[in-house]
């Protein structure tokens, strides 16, 4: 497989056909969008005086506002978890559609039918991610409890032997990782379920083990992890500053024009964000298409008997395989 001409081709589709771009925004809804750059906030660093002024308001409501106050917000945090995986699935199927289709010899995408046609796949891809995701929960907790008592056991010294172990795991979650990414796509392109494109996913990296590797280190480390590092510096120089003010203050009032401050960049900052972690959702989801498509030789299935005039323009930004 062309490595250079897959990269190449991924990005004129999603520059060529913007719309893309809108479903890349979307799957990176739950956060792994460009490669897993999450942020967690750690405030521990906050004081007694901090806890009292945070609780003081609640302090004279009845029990039940109290209750009835947490079981709202429990349920608004549950209702944005579905909706953001469910935004989140429909944006990487129709990154694989629209994908797909372009490479077919579709010259236009559009929204409405991308999103449409994305829905008889939802249930599998989703049922794909829920049953991996609970595999590895299982294999986390064995492996979790396992440590706990290796340790206690051992006084300590089983910590020395989950280095190595740890090390390890790391490209295991990788090739996971990108069975999973093949076998979505597999689902999607060549209409599988969810066990079938499981299998698929295995028997197009096991066969193809070398390119995926390669893959897997331009799109996962590079392109996903150093991209999403540099489009997330200025909510780290956003975020930090405000966290240590907080916890360093001895109450909330002496740091709250910073913390105002900081929240108007976030905000001015978070359009930004969205298009461009979108984009590079877009390639590395559009890049992962076309290396499933050209290992399966389903380009050649796909192409149409008379390939469209702009395939053969030179400003249509189309490369010829």
């Known amino acids: 497989m062309d490595i250079g001409y897959v990269l190449t081709r991924a990005w004129q589709i999603i520059w060529k056909h913007k719309v893309l771009w809108i479903f890349g925004i979307l799957a990176g809804c739950t956060g792994n969008g460009g490669g897993g750059n999450n942020f967690r906030t750690s405030f521990q660093g906050e004081t007694p005086q901090q806890y009292q002024q945070f609780i003081r308001p609640f302090e004279n409501m009845p029990q039940w506002e109290v209750a009835l106050l947490i079981g709202l917000a429990i349920l608004v945090i549950l209702v944005l978890v579905v909706l953001s995986i469910f935004l989140s699935t429909v944006g990487r199927i129709g990154l694989i559609r629209g994908t797909q289709q372009v490479e077919g010899g579709t010259t236009s995408v559009i929204f409405g039918e991308l999103f ?76 599988l379920g969810i066990m079938d494109g499981l299998r698929r996913g295995w028997e197009v990296v096991r066969a193809n083990l070398g390119t995926m590797i390669i893959m897997a280190l331009i799109l996962v480390l590079g392109v996903g992890t150093i991209g999403g590092i540099i489009i997330s510096l200025p909510i780290l120089l956003i975020v930090v500053p405000a966290v240590i003010a907080v916890a360093s203050a001895n109450n909330l009032q002496a740091p709250g024009f910073g913390l105002v401050l900081a929240g108007l960049c976030f905000i001015a900052y978070l359009p930004v964000y969205l298009v461009l972690n979108g984009i590079l959702r877009s390639y590395i989801e559009s890049a992962w298409t076309l290396t499933f498509m050209r290992l399966t030789s389903k380009p050649a299935a796909l192409e149409p008997s008379n390939p469209p005039s702009e395939a053969l323009s030179p400003d249509s930004g189309s490369v010829s395989p």
């Open 116 to 191: 449409s046609g994305s829905m008889p796949y939802f249930w599998r891809v989703f049922g794909l991610g829920l049953l991996v995701g609970l595999l590895v929960l299982v294999v986390g907790a064995i492996f979790a409890v396992l440590a706990v008592a290796g340790v206690a056991v051992t006084l300590g010294l089983g910590l020395l032997c989950l280095i190595p172990l740890l090390c390890v795991l790391v490209p295991v979650i990788w090739f996971v990782t990108v069975i999973v990414e093949q076998a979505s796509i597999a689902i999607v392109v060549e209409n």
